[in-house]
């Protein structure tokens, strides 16, 4: 169906704020990306990729409204919590995890897959081609890293029916656990010296903020304001006077970071943040009714994961073509750098949409599960687990290791293990393998329509 036509059947009751969030989030990453990225070549013709942001100190309060990676999830807390219950009535009850996971998964892990495919085969013939660039080395490490949000969401996806028993539950008390257990991590790290530790809060925070979207299902966010302002204090207190850094996306060289691992402060700094959205919920609501706005919201939703799997590639695109030609590359943050940035954004919107036309068909609905055997449906679960477990460990694997080096073994340590990017991929596809025949042999016989 064109966009138009899946506009004009939105049911009236869809919230689509939640949709329009999603894709700002999203969006906003991208173009954060795109104007932090600051390529410098040195005497030797070697491009290196630094940070704007460490380059101006002053530019990193900006991180305290941009970087928006909370909101995305707490988007996806929302979704998820409607779709596992809507999931869970037609089946009538039956057990319905290994169907939820490949519904879920299968438009994330169709097109990172494809990326993945494209980039490994990419990268290994030049590899072997013995084949290097300005930015060939740099590119195909930093092309990875964002995959580390696509094995983030997959922990939250596994992680849906049990947090969501417990959020039926407890309400705010299964939030104010996380919270608390992230803040317990944060005085482990820095205050006892534990080693290790700190890689806890890749789960309590991020589980945290996704468990506030399943409090938005549920209407109990009632005063976003007083979630704002509690999660703007706590924030600054703890940057003020603790040992967090002021920005809120990792940056180069930086002995602490309030992205990876996560912090408290970063769970604060999505407290306001998710707060103040939720403040405007009322102008937005009515911006999205709009036709003309919710065509192109739902339009965007059906390219978001393409264009964000893509985005870096078409960056360095644009650079490696500014490099081929010639262009001289100002000091970042000088006058001539600022000069070149629309243009530069410019191009670099133009890639990432010629390579989302190339490869939007793997981001298309997936098909319905055929019924399995109720022996098959029996194993479903555990084998669903057991894929979603390898696809996140992959993912984040190849997001530290990316696809460099794929010959001569390059490895990174994802938390105390040490991987290699061909493992991480192999780690990849047997979990997607795993969760694609586990949701097919997992549905009810008496189950006939897909969740939404």
């Given at each position: 169906?064109?966009?138009?036509?899946?506009?004009?059947?939105?049911?009236?009751?869809?919230?689509?704020?939640?949709?329009?969030?999603?894709?700002?989030?999203?969006?906003?990453?991208?173009?954060?990306?795109?104007?932090?990225?600051?390529?410098?070549?040195?005497?030797?013709?070697?491009?290196?990729?630094?940070?704007?942001?460490?380059?101006?100190?002053?530019?990193?309060?900006?991180?305290?409204?941009?970087?928006?990676?909370?909101?995305?999830?707490?988007?996806?807390?929302?979704?998820?919590?409607?779709?596992?219950?809507?999931?869970?009535?037609?089946?009538?009850?039956?057990?319905?995890?290994?169907?939820?996971?490949?519904?879920?998964?299968?438009?994330?892990?169709?097109?990172?897959?494809?990326?993945?495919?494209?980039?490994?085969?990419?990268?290994?013939?030049?590899?072997?081609?013995?084949?290097?660039?300005?930015?060939?080395?740099?590119?195909?490490?930093?092309?990875?890293?964002?995959?580390?949000?696509?094995?983030?969401?997959?922990?939250?996806?596994?992680?849906?029916?049990?947090?969501?028993?417990?959020?039926?539950?407890?309400?705010?008390?299964?939030?104010?656990?996380?919270?608390?257990?992230?803040?317990?991590?944060?005085?482990?790290?820095?205050?006892?010296?534990?080693?290790?530790?700190?890689?806890?809060?890749?789960?309590?925070?991020?589980?945290?903020?996704?468990?506030?979207?399943?409090?938005?299902?549920?209407?109990?966010?009632?005063?976003?304001?007083?979630?704002?302002?509690?999660?703007?204090?706590?924030?600054?207190?703890?940057?003020?006077?603790?040992?967090?850094?002021?920005?809120?996306?990792?940056?180069?060289?930086?002995?602490?970071?309030?992205?990876?691992?996560?912090?408290?402060?970063?769970?604060?700094h999505g407290m306001w943040l998710i707060g103040a959205v939720e403040l405007l919920r009322g102008p937005v609501s009515r911006a999205v009714a709009r036709p003309r706005v919710w065509r192109t919201v739902v339009a965007a939703n059906g390219i978001a994961m393409t264009a964000f799997l893509w985005h870096l590639t078409a960056m360095l695109g644009v650079y490696g073509a500014m490099l081929a030609a010639h262009v001289p590359l100002p000091a970042p943050a000088s006058a001539a750098w600022w000069l070149q940035v629309p243009p530069r954004l410019a191009a670099a919107a133009a890639a990432t949409a010629l390579l989302v036309a190339v490869f939007r068909r793997a981001e298309q609905p997936p098909a319905p599960a055929p019924a399995g055997t109720p022996a098959a449906r029996r194993g479903a679960a555990p084998a669903?687990?057991?894929?979603?477990?390898?696809?996140?460990?992959?993912?984040?694997?190849?997001?530290?290791?990316?696809?460099?080096?794929?010959?001569?073994?390059?490895?990174?340590?994802?938390?105390?293990?040490?991987?290699?990017?061909?493992?991480?991929?192999?780690?990849?596809?047997?979990?997607?393998?795993?969760?694609?025949?586990?949701?097919?042999?997992?549905?009810?016989?008496?189950?006939?329509?897909?969740?939404?």
């Amino acid at each position: 169906m064109s966009a138009r036509a899946l506009a004009a059947a939105t049911p009236a009751a869809r919230d689509r704020v939640i949709d329009l969030l999603r894709v700002a989030s999203l969006g906003t990453v991208v173009l954060g990306h795109w104007l932090m990225a600051a390529v410098t070549v040195d005497e030797g013709g070697r491009a290196a990729v630094g940070n704007l942001l460490a380059v101006e100190p002053k530019l990193q309060l900006l991180t305290w409204v941009l970087q928006v990676m909370p909101v995305f999830f707490f988007v996806g807390g929302f979704s998820h919590a409607l779709s596992y219950r809507s999931l869970t009535r037609r089946t009538g009850g039956a057990p319905a995890y290994a169907l939820f996971l490949r519904a879920r998964l299968q438009r994330l892990l169709r097109p990172t897959m494809l990326f993945v495919a494209v980039w490994g085969a990419g990268a290994l013939a030049v590899q072997l081609a013995g084949g290097s660039g300005a930015l060939t080395d740099v590119a195909a490490r930093l092309v990875a890293q964002p995959l580390w949000f696509i094995g983030i969401y997959l922990a939250m996806v596994a992680f849906t029916p049990p947090l969501l028993r417990l959020h039926e539950r407890f309400g705010w008390g299964a939030f104010a656990a996380l919270a608390a257990a992230a803040g317990a991590v944060d005085v482990l790290r820095f205050a006892a010296g534990v080693p290790y530790v700190e890689f806890l809060n890749f789960a309590f925070v991020w589980l945290a903020v996704h468990q506030l979207g399943f409090l938005r299902a549920d209407g109990r966010l009632r005063r976003p304001a007083l979630l704002a302002a509690a999660g703007l204090a706590g924030a600054v207190a703890l940057v003020g006077l603790g040992p967090y850094p002021l920005s809120m996306v990792g940056m180069p060289g930086e002995r602490i970071s309030n992205m990876a691992p996560p912090t408290a402060a970063l769970l604060c700094h999505g407290m306001w943040l998710i707060g103040a959205v939720e403040l405007l919920r009322g102008p937005v609501s009515r911006a999205v009714a709009r036709p003309r706005v919710w065509r192109t919201v739902v339009a965007a939703n059906g390219i978001a994961m393409t264009a964000f799997l893509w985005h870096l590639t078409a960056m360095l695109g644009v650079y490696g073509a500014m490099l081929a030609a010639h262009v001289p590359l100002p000091a970042p943050a000088s006058a001539a750098w600022w000069l070149q940035v629309p243009p530069r954004l410019a191009a670099a919107a133009a890639a990432t949409a010629l390579l989302v036309a190339v490869f939007r068909r793997a981001e298309q609905p997936p098909a319905p599960a055929p019924a399995g055997t109720p022996a098959a449906r029996r194993g479903a679960a555990p084998a669903a687990a057991l894929g979603v477990t390898l696809a996140l460990f992959g993912v984040l694997g190849l997001s530290m290791t990316g696809f460099g080096g794929l010959l001569e073994g390059h490895s990174a340590v994802l938390v105390a293990v040490r991987v290699t990017a061909p493992v991480a991929v192999l780690m990849c596809a047997a979990g997607w393998l795993l969760v694609e025949t586990a949701g097919r042999a997992g549905k009810a016989e008496r189950s006939s329509a897909r969740p939404v």
